[in-house]
């Protein structure tokens, strides 16, 4: 089961604060992942 971290965003739709993450990850040298459609706990929207 996936679990938010410094690297892994859960987003279960696009919002306003999307753009805040990507920023995020990008100002971040280890980068990230953003997993749309999936909620806090990690399930499948």
């Not at 992942?33 to 806090?40: A, C, E, Q, T």
Request: hydrophobic share 40%.
């Amino acid at each position: 089961m996936l679990q938010e971290s410094n690297r892994v965003e859960l987003k279960a739709d696009l919002n306003d604060k999307l753009e805040k993450e990507i920023v995020a990850f990008l100002n971040n040298h280890e980068g990230g992942v953003l997993y749309i459609g999936v909620d806090d706990d990690g399930n499948p929207m």
